[in-house]
């Protein structure tokens, strides 16, 4: 018995053409009116360019108020600034007095501390017993200074206002 092997010719396939559909279409056309968009505003920019220009045409002043102008400013109109006035980065603070002001919110004596509100910033701080001058009560008026501790702003040096 004799094998035969039978090769099969290469298959030839034909591609279908693509089906156009609306969308496509429509890309298509946005496509088409971006790049004539394009050219036009290409072709007027090219009307417009002026080449003849002087250079006297050319020239933009800054008048008073900071604002480019085709003309020359009134001089009468011009400021006077001394270089001294002028300052550059952060202005200096001033000097803050570093005794505040403030009311016992809150104090217990049996675990030693407390919280004040300060009457400028509204802001509670708090207060351990070893910064105090003598013993708080609640809804006493004092005087502090603040310092950062560990965990945020503490007050240190607590004396009661004496009315």
């Known amino acids: 018995m004799q094998t035969v092997f039978v090769i099969p010719s290469p298959l030839i396939f034909k591609m279908a053409k693509s089906r156009e559909t609306y969308s496509k279409k429509e890309n298509e056309k946005k496509k088409h009116k971006k790049r004539q968009d394009k050219e036009n505003r290409k072709e007027q920019r090219k009307a417009e360019k002026e080449e003849g220009k002087s250079f006297e045409d050319m020239i933009m002043y800054v008048d008073e108020d900071g604002n480019l102008t085709p003309e020359k400013p009134d001089p009468s109109k011009r400021k006077k600034i001394r270089k001294d006035d002028i300052e550059l980065g952060v202005p200096k603070r001033e000097k803050e007095d570093p005794i505040r002001k403030g009311r016992v ?32 009560r609640a809804n006493d008026k004092v005087t502090f200074e603040i310092e950062m501790g560990q965990k945020g702003p503490v007050a240190v040096n607590v004396q009661l206002v004496k009315l």
Do not use: A, Q, T, Y
Request: glycine share 6%; no cysteine.
């Open 105 to 136: 919110s809150f104090f217990d004596e049996s675990k030693g501390f407390g919280f004040i509100i300060d009457r400028d910033s509204d802001e509670r701080i708090f207060v351990h017993i070893n910064s105090l001058e003598e013993p708080l």
